[in-house]
C-alpha cells in the first residue's frame, strides 16, 4: 500500500521527516520505511528525511511488509460490522478471548481474523486498537496496518451498554475512582487510594424494577474499569459474579461495548460503527422493558 501527501504552502522548506511527523506518520514508522521499506519520494524522485520538501510536491511511500505473525489461523466465524484498507471493526461475541494468551491459546478473535486474511490472499497481523473481556461481547476497532494504528488509537471511543442490577434514576452520573488490582485475586481490581486515577461517564437510559440499562463511555482505559465502577456505586452487572452481580438472569456479566467513534486515519472523517445488544442481553432487557423511551442512534 503507497500513502502520499501534498505539500501545503505553510510546510515549504521543511524536512521531510518533520513534514509527515506533522501528517501523523509515526517515529517508528518513518525509521521502518527508511530501513525496511523503500524509501520516501517527492514525484517520484527519492527524498532523505532530512532534506526539504517544497510546496505541491507528492510525497509518496509504501508501508513496509507487515511481519511475520505467530497467530495460528483458524476457520472461526465473524462479524465484519465495518472494513477498509486502514480499519476493520469486529462484532465480538461473548465467550470469544480477544487474543491468544496462556489460558487461552487458541481459537480467539485473532486466530479468525488471520484465517480471514489468508483466506483472501492477504497478509497481515491482528491489531486490535481495543481489547474487551473474553465474557464481553461487542465491537472491537482494529487497525489493518501500522500507519493506521496510533491514529485510531488516539481517535476511538467505545460506548458500552451495560445492565446493572438494582434501579437507578434515569439521567446522567458519574464514578470517578481510584483502580488497583485486588490482593486476593489474580485478576480481580477493586477501587482503592492508591490506585489510579478512573473516570466512567454514564447515562441511565432505563430503569426497570430489578435492574438498570446503562450507557457507559470510559474516559480512562483500567481493566473491568466499568464492572469495577458499578459494583463500587452498588449496582454491579447482572451477570457479574466477580463483582458481587449474581447469574439469576444471566450467565455472563452484562456488558456489551455497543458504539464505537473514531477518525479515519486518511480521510479524517469521523466514523460512527454500531451494533445491536446480543440475544442474552436483549432477552433480559425486554423482560423489564427498558428498551422503550431510547433510541439506539443517539447514543
Given at each position: 500500500m503507497e500513502l502520499h501527501y501534498q505539500v501545503p504552502p505553510e510546510a515549504e522548506g521543511q524536512r521531510l521527516g518533520l513534514f509527515l511527523r506533522t501528517q501523523g506518520v509515526t517515529a517508528g514508522l518513518i525509521k521502518s520505511v527508511k530501513h525496511q521499506g523503500e524509501g520516501f519520494f517527492a514525484d517520484g524522485a527519492p527524498l532523505h528525511t532530512d532534506q526539504p520538501v517544497h510546496t505541491g510536491q507528492c510525497i509518496s511511500f509504501a508501508l513496509p511488509p507487515e511481519r511475520d505473525t505467530s497467530v495460528i489461523p483458524q476457520p472461526i466465524p465473524l462479524t465484519i460490522v465495518y472494513e477498509d484498507e486502514f480499519?476493520?471493526?469486529?462484532?465480538?461475541?461473548?465467550?470469544?478471548?480477544?487474543?491468544?494468551?496462556?489460558?487461552?491459546?487458541?481459537?480467539?478473535?485473532?486466530?479468525?481474523?488471520?484465517?480471514?486474511?489468508?483466506?483472501?490472499?492477504?497478509?497481515?497481523?491482528?491489531?486490535?486498537?481495543?481489547?474487551?473481556?473474553?465474557?464481553?461481547?461487542?465491537?472491537?476497532?482494529?487497525?489493518?496496518?501500522?500507519?493506521?494504528?496510533?491514529?485510531?488509537?488516539?481517535?476511538?471511543?467505545?460506548?458500552?451498554?451495560?445492565?446493572?442490577?438494582?434501579?437507578?434514576?434515569?439521567?446522567?452520573?458519574?464514578?470517578?475512582?481510584?483502580?488497583?488490582?485486588?490482593?486476593?485475586?489474580?485478576?480481580?481490581?477493586?477501587?482503592?487510594?492508591?490506585?489510579?486515577?478512573?473516570?466512567?461517564?454514564?447515562?441511565?437510559?432505563?430503569?426497570?424494577?430489578?435492574?438498570?440499562?446503562?450507557?457507559?463511555?470510559?474516559?480512562?482505559?483500567?481493566?473491568?474499569?466499568?464492572?469495577?465502577?458499578?459494583?463500587?456505586i452498588g449496582h454491579p452487572l447482572a451477570g457479574d459474579t466477580l463483582y458481587g452481580g449474581t447469574t439469576e438472569d444471566l450467565s455472563r456479566h452484562a456488558l456489551h461495548c455497543g458504539v464505537v467513534r473514531f477518525v479515519h486515519p486518511v480521510t479524517h472523517h469521523p466514523l460512527r460503527v454500531s451494533c445491536p445488544l446480543p440475544a442474552d442481553m436483549l432477552a433480559l432487557a425486554q423482560s423489564e422493558h427498558l428498551l422503550e423511551g431510547w433510541q439506539y442512534d443517539r447514543l
Open positions: 480499519a476493520a471493526v469486529l462484532d465480538k461475541p461473548a465467550g470469544l478471548a480477544v487474543h491468544p494468551t496462556l489460558n487461552y491459546p487458541d481459537h480467539t478473535l485473532a486466530n479468525g481474523w488471520i484465517h480471514y486474511l489468508q483466506s483472501r490472499g492477504r497478509t497481515g497481523v491482528f491489531r486490535p486498537v481495543n481489547r474487551i473481556d473474553k465474557n464481553t461481547s461487542g465491537l472491537v476497532l482494529c487497525a489493518q496496518n501500522a500507519f493506521a494504528a496510533p491514529l485510531l488509537a488516539v481517535s476511538a471511543q467505545k460506548c458500552y451498554l451495560a445492565i446493572v442490577q438494582g434501579s437507578l434514576p434515569l439521567g446522567p452520573g458519574r464514578v470517578e475512582a481510584p483502580i488497583g488490582r485486588r490482593g486476593d485475586s489474580i485478576i480481580g481490581r477493586c477501587v482503592m487510594p492508591t490506585g489510579k486515577y478512573s473516570l466512567t461517564e454514564y447515562t441511565v437510559l432505563a430503569a426497570g424494577s430489578r435492574h438498570s440499562l446503562l450507557a457507559c463511555t470510559p474516559r480512562t482505559g483500567r481493566t473491568h474499569q466499568i464492572r469495577v465502577h458499578m459494583a463500587y
